[in-house]
C-alpha cells in the first residue's frame, strides 16, 4: 500500500470531522446560525460522498441498492418531527434548542453555566449519550421497538447518503432520551447548537463507506469501524457499539465490541422491509408488517452462512487455495 494512501486513511476520519465542526464554528457566529450550518453540513456530505468514490472501504457498496430515494426521504421528512420545522433533519437539535430556549417553565436547574462551552459541550455530550445510548439498546431488545428500527439497519450497504434511514417513531424517542434532559437542566442555546453540530458530523462519518483507520479513535468516538460491527447479520456482532457519539457506555455497560480483525460485509436483517417511502411507515403498526419484518428463518441460518464466508476470505488472504476432497 502506497505511503499516500496508508496517511490518507489515517488523516481521513479526523480530518472531516474537524472540517464539519470549523465550519460549524463559523456558522454559529454568524447572523443565520442554522441556516448557514446547514449549507456547512451538506458541503462536508458532499465531499464524504466524493471521498466514498476515490476510496471505499468496500467497492460494492457504491453499486446502487434500489433504495436510495428512500433513504432521502427518511433523511429529510422523517427524522424527527423536523418534517414541520424545516425538513432538514440534521438540523432538529438546533431548531429544538430555539424553541426550548424561549420557554423557562418545567426546568429543574442546575446547568453549570459557569464553565467554559467546551466543558459545557463535552458534558451535554456525554448527558445525552446516555439517553442515546439506551434508547438504541433498547430498540435492539424490545420487539416493540426493534420494529421502528429495523428500517436503518435494513440497508445492505453502508454510505453517507443512508446516515439518516431512521423511522418517525424510533427518531422522537431517541431525541427525546437525548435531548430532554439538557432542556431540563437548563443547558444554553449554545451547547444545543454545538451537540447538535457533534452529532450530525459523527453520524455520517460513522455511516460513511471510506477505507479510513481510526485506531486509538475507537476507544473513545462511535467511528465507521465499530458502526461496521453494529450493522452486522450476526447477531452476536450486531448487538453491540451502541454509542450515537461516544462509546463511553459501551465500555461502561459491557457492549463494546471492536476485535482484532477487519469488520465484515455482511449487513442487513433477517427480516424484509417494504417497498417504498410510506409503505416503510406504515409497515411497523400492523401484524403481517410486523411479521415481515421480524423475518421467518431462524438466527442460525445467517450465522452459519456468515461464518463460512468469513472462513472464505481467511482463506483467500492467506492465498491458501482450497481443493475438494477425492
Known amino acids: 500500500m502506497a505511503p499516500i494512501h496508508t496517511l490518507a486513511r489515517w488523516l481521513a476520519w479526523p480530518a472531516f470531522l474537524g472540517l464539519g465542526l470549523t ?7 454568524s447572523q443565520s446560525p442554522v441556516l448557514n450550518f446547514v449549507f456547512v453540513y451538506l458541503g462536508t456530505f458532499a465531499l464524504l460522498g466524493l471521498a466514498e468514490r476515490l476510496m471505499p472501504f468496500e ?3 457504491l453499486e446502487n441498492d434500489g433504495e436510495t430515494a428512500n433513504d432521502i426521504a427518511h433523511t ?30 418545567l426546568r429543574i436547574g442546575g446547568w ?27 430498540a435492539h431488545e424490545h420487539l416493540n421497538l426493534w420494529r421502528f428500527h429495523a428500517l436503518h439497519h435494513s ?9 439518516g434511514r431512521f423511522h418517525v417513531v424510533d427518531s422522537v424517542f431517541k431525541i427525546t432520551l437525548s435531548q430532554v434532559p439538557l432542556y431540563l437542566l437548563g443547558a444554553p442555546v449554545e451547547v444545543f447548537l454545538w451537540v447538535g453540530a457533534v452529532t450530525a458530523f459523527i453520524g455520517i462519518l460513522t ?51 471492536n476485535p482484532d480483525r477487519e469488520p465484515g460485509r455482511h449487513i442487513g436483517i433477517t427480516g424484509k ?18 411479521r415481515q419484518i421480524l423475518g ?31
Open 296 to 326: 421467518s428463518k431462524p438466527k442460525a441460518y445467517y450465522e452459519a452462512q456468515i461464518a463460512a464466508e468469513l472462513e472464505r476470505e481467511r482463506a483467500e488472504k492467506a492465498k491458501i487455495v482450497l481443493t475438494p476432497k477425492s
Open 273 to 290: 422491509i417494504a417497498k417504498g417511502f410510506l409503505a416503510q411507515l406504515a409497515q411497523p403498526f400492523s401484524r403481517k408488517g410486523q
Open 59 to 61: 467497492p460494492a457498496w
Open 207 to 257: 455511516h460513511c463507506n471510506l477505507d479510513v483507520v481510526t485506531g486509538p479513535l475507537d476507544y473513545i468516538f462511535s467511528t465507521p469501524r465499530l458502526h461496521r460491527w453494529h450493522h452486522s447479520l450476526n447477531l452476536r456482532e450486531g448487538n453491540s457499539n451502541y454509542g450515537e457519539n461516544l462509546v463511553l457506555f459501551d465500555q461502561i455497560f459491557g457492549t463494546y465490541f
Open 23 to 29: 465550519g460549524s464554528a463559523l456558522a454559529f457566529q
Open 155 to 163: 440497508v445492505e450497504r453502508l454510505w453517507v447518503v443512508n446516515t
Open 112 to 138: 453549570p453555566v459557569h464553565l467554559p462551552l467546551p466543558l459545557q459541550v463535552v458534558l451535554a455530550l456525554i448527558i445525552a449519550e446516555f439517553g442515546l445510548y439506551w434508547a438504541h439498546r433498547l
Open 76 to 105: 429529510l421528512l422523517t427524522k424527527g418531527v423536523v418534517e414541520v420545522l424545516s425538513g432538514l433533519g440534521v438540523v432538529f437539535p438546533m431548531l429544538a434548542a430555539k424553541v426550548f430556549a424561549a420557554s423557562q417553565f
